[in-house]
């Protein structure tokens, strides 16, 4: 299957810093990629779609101005939390359709785990 | 928009058996059902997905059957191992992305 890395694996910082978190398609060229949350012991929730070329589309009740999303290129996402406090604390996962667009057969990276103090 | 039951939450199996966890979706035109494994610590796996032009896909160990009637699709394991311990979801598609059950926590007991 297709490949996605993200970049830190894990990361700690202070509360009221940002903190930026990549998402790579190793193998395939992705205009889409999407990036969901997941708290402890809870299921994942997609939290935006990421564009390349153009804005990030947000599910309802994220905050588009705390959770900047760039996708710079065909196979590169980046998620920055601005501002992040502890309730932002959680495991962030980036995914990528295996065909590049669309809601294909989705390829999920390995994650990343923030700890706000 | 689509909504993605699932259950059990938990499920432990003896090694060598069975297991079995079902889901239910609520939008009848969702077309695509994957499912994957995700162990702690780590993002989730693809393992099999099933489209719905077919009622089963069968991989080794690992199937999936699909309802479309009663809008579910089950993910069965024959021959649990040790190693098949994991969360598991179940997902359905979005206009964008995936949404997905809420997790089957299965313990294979040696």
């Known amino acids: 299957g297709a490949v996605v890395s993200q970049h830190p694996s894990r990361v700690i910082c202070k509360s009221g810093t940002s903190v930026k978190i990549e998402c790579r398609s190793l193998?395939?060229?992705?205009?889409?990629m999407f990036w969901y949350r997941q708290f402890p012991k809870q299921s994942l929730m997609l939290m935006a779609t990421?564009?390349?070329?153009?804005?990030?589309?947000?599910e309802q009740g994220v905050e588009k101005d705390k959770f900047l999303i760039n996708h710079a290129s065909l196979t590169l996402s980046t998620l920055t939390v601005t501002s992040a406090h502890p309730e932002d604390s959680s495991f962030y996962i980036c995914?990528?359709?295996?065909?590049?667009?669309?809601?294909?057969?989705?390829?999920f990276g390995p994650g990343t785990r923030l700890t706000v103090l | 928009g689509e909504n993605v039951e699932q259950h059990p939450s938990t499920l432990s199996v003896q090694e060598g058996d069975s297991a079995v966890i079902k889901c239910t979706y609520s939008?009848?035109?969702?077309?695509?059902f994957p499912w994957y494994k995700q162990e702690l610590g780590k993002g989730p796996q693809l393992i099999i997905d099933?489209?719905?032009?077919?009622g089963e896909k069968k991989d080794q160990r690992i199937a999936v059957t699909l309802n479309k009637t009663a809008k579910h699709f089950s993910l069965h394991i024959t021959e649990t191992q040790p190693e098949d311990s994991a969360v598991y979801f179940c997902?359905?598609?979005?206009?964008?992305?995936?949404?997905f059950g809420s997790g089957t926590q299965l313990t294979v007991l040696p």
């Open positions: 099933i489209r719905s032009n077919v």
């Open positions: 939008d009848s035109a969702s077309n695509y």
């Open positions: 995914s990528a359709p295996s065909t590049g667009t669309g809601s294909d057969t989705q390829y």
């Open positions: 997902a359905a598609p979005l206009r964008w992305g995936l949404t």
């Open positions: 990421s564009n390349e070329g153009s804005k990030a589309t947000y």
């Open positions: 193998d395939f060229q992705a205009t889409t």
